[in-house]
């Protein structure tokens, strides 16, 4: 109880220093944009990384996400959070890409969302169930797979993932339910 508190006080805490570095960026403070990046880069490259399964595109999708991010920040209303409204921006920057490739990937990284100044190298996991599981993912068809990692991994609602995606309510729920009848099928071989 006592570990789930301080976490909620953190998460407030964060959201109100995010708030305040916003309004000092929307006031021309680049300082406190750039402190907004590196308390953020992180998750938006994990996120852009697993959409693209690239990791030279999700760079660029990155930077895109922060350069529009910049000029629209006086846009950023704060009905949620700073990071979320950044995911978005994010999320929507490696869709237009491949849009405008017109091509989509087949392939998922594995990327861990690292905290800031975390070294890579002190990080343990259990390598092969995250292969097996990230193998199934990989496999999963474009549009599932899409859906699924934005829901299952990155919590987005249904009406969040149809906004996005510009897709109805519905075909997002059956995407999700295509892609876990997909993955049991694969993980239960």
């Known amino acids: 109880m006592a570990a789930a ?33 590196r308390d953020s880069v992180g998750r938006i490259y994990a ?16 930077q895109n996400a922060y350069v529009r991010a910049w000029q629209k920040l006086d846009r950023f209303e704060g009905r949620s959070a700073f990071t979320s409204w950044l995911h978005r921006i994010a999320v929507n920057e490696v869709l237009a890409r491949h849009r405008s490739e017109g091509r989509r990937r087949t392939h998922l990284e594995l990327v861990s969302e690292l905290p800031a100044g975390t070294d890579v190298d002190t990080q343990s996991r259990d390598v092969g169930a995250n292969a097996d599981l990230e193998s199934a993912v990989q496999s999963l068809p474009d549009g599932a797979r899409q859906v ?28 999700v339910h295509r892609a876990r009848k997909l993955l049991r099928a694969r993980l239960d071989k």
């Open 5 to 37: 508190a301080r976490l909620m006080k953190s998460a407030t805490r964060s959201a109100g220093h995010h708030s305040a570095l916003v309004k000092r960026a929307v006031g021309g403070d680049v300082s406190a944009f750039e402190e907004l990046y």
């Open 148 to 175: 699924f990692v934005l829901y299952a991994v990155y919590g987005y609602t249904h009406q969040e993932i149809a906004d996005t995606l510009e897709l109805a309510v519905g075909t997002c729920k059956a995407q």
């Open 47 to 62: 996120v852009c990384l697993r959409m693209t399964a690239d990791p030279g595109i999700a760079e660029d999708c990155t």
